[in-house]
């Protein structure tokens, strides 16, 4: 098990002085003292997305001729893949970028879902990349990290090109951990249930990755509920408005799509689209808690961002912000019966159940049971 703070320094000694990426739970000890030790400024960027981290990195060594980190959960190297063909690959511009990459899904190693392919494929896509990688357990030591950034990465640098830690569960010791609290009232799991307790029987809903999907799982478990309604969205962060848009466009019933501000922002074009396409019956939910809590807390821009006037620019029909439960009643109330796209901000605390379970059912049953559902009140596609 390795120190992050002693990982920290022979970075810095090896002229390693800029960090960014999208956080990682494998990978939270190293967020934490990254985010400890520089915050959120200059030298520590937390990304929009993955693809957009390379881009910073590649920003910096244009700037600097240094050579900056990206951390990222390997779900993330889907986002990358572009710029690191075509903007930091030798082929092209030939600019280096350290990686750090949790593992998720390993082989061999219990994981959720949406976790397995991607852990499957994880080296061969750093081979068919070209990126040099050295994988740390809980067994790898400093010194053995240092011998490799020695035989290995120096010389895949120097030539410009990129190289990777590929981060097992346990490899980092704990050196400090972030808080990232707020004075909101509201917990995301209490706004679930109103927005649950508002549906109409025959309405849906599209649920975002993380606690979000699984707080619903659980509060339909807790009414003695199907989750035939619910499409699970376990995986593909920052799509789950995209997946709901297809569906209310090809059908007659409401949907309402509920999404975290990390995804928001990871992929906020989504949004443009939704206000072009004006499906009537989107409601388009954001839970705002101003961090990336399912994954360590680590803070998001959100609380930086006017949603209300960027929805409403962006072609919504209506915008709200909510940040009580009589103010999110009162505004359900209303958009309820309102023609959609409808956008719903609501202002949230970061925290969780510490026994929050994961959904039992398979995300292909899931699927199964919902277009089951769905298909009983389709209409033909636009």
Excluded at 8 to 35: A, H, N, R, W
Excluded at 282 to 289: A, D, G, S, V
Excluded at 356 to 375: A, C, Q, S
Aim: net charge negative; aromatic share 8%; glycine share 8%.
């Amino acid at each position: 098990m390795i120190n992050v703070e002693d990982l920290y320094e022979f970075l810095q000694d090896k002229g390693i002085c800029y960090f960014t990426g999208v956080p990682d739970s494998q990978l939270k000890p190293f967020c934490d003292f990254i985010t400890l030790k520089h915050g959120t400024g200059n030298r520590h960027i937390i990304a929009a997305n993955e693809g957009n981290a390379v881009a910073l990195a590649a920003g910096y060594h244009l700037a600097t001729g240094m050579v900056g980190m990206v951390y990222m959960q390997n779900s993330g190297l889907g986002n990358a893949v572009n710029p690191i063909t075509s903007l930091t690959d030798l082929e092209v511009y030939g600019i280096p970028v350290i990686y750090m990459i949790g593992w998720r899904g390993q082989p061999g190693v219990k994981d959720e879902p949406q976790h397995i392919k991607q852990g499957k494929i994880t080296l061969d896509l750093l081979k068919l990349l070209d990126i040099e990688y050295i994988i740390l357990t809980e067994n790898t030591t400093l010194e053995d990290v240092k011998v490799g950034y020695s035989d290995i990465f120096e010389k895949a640098i120097k030539e410009g090109r990129s190289v990777a830690f590929v981060v097992e569960k346990d490899a980092f010791e704990n050196a400090g951990k972030t808080v990232n609290n707020n004075t909101n009232c509201m917990t995301r799991e209490e706004a679930i249930q109103i927005i649950v307790d508002f549906q109409d029987k025959d309405d849906i809903i599209v649920s975002t990755t993380g606690k979000t999907s699984r707080e619903l799982f659980e509060y339909r478990e807790a009414k003695g509920e199907g989750h035939e309604k619910d499409f699970l969205t376990v995986g593909s962060m920052g799509h789950a408005s995209m997946i709901a848009t297809a569906i209310a466009e090809n059908s007659a019933r409401k949907v309402w799509c509920i999404d975290g501000d990390g995804a928001l922002i990871m992929h906020t074009g989504a949004a443009a689209l939704i206000g072009c396409r004006k499906p009537k019956n989107l409601y388009h939910i954001l839970l705002n808690n101003g961090a990336h809590e399912t994954v360590g807390g680590m803070p998001t821009i959100s609380y930086s961002i006017d949603w209300v006037t960027v929805m409403n620019a962006l072609g919504y029909q209506k915008s709200y912000k909510a940040s009580t439960r009589k103010e999110l009643y009162d505004i359900l109330s209303v958009a309820r019966l309102s023609e959609g796209p409808i956008y719903i901000e609501i202002l949230l605390n970061v925290s969780s159940r510490e026994n929050l379970t994961r959904p039992t059912i398979k995300p292909i049953d899931n699927k199964k049971e919902f277009m089951r559902f769905v298909k009983n009140n389709a209409v033909s596609s636009k």
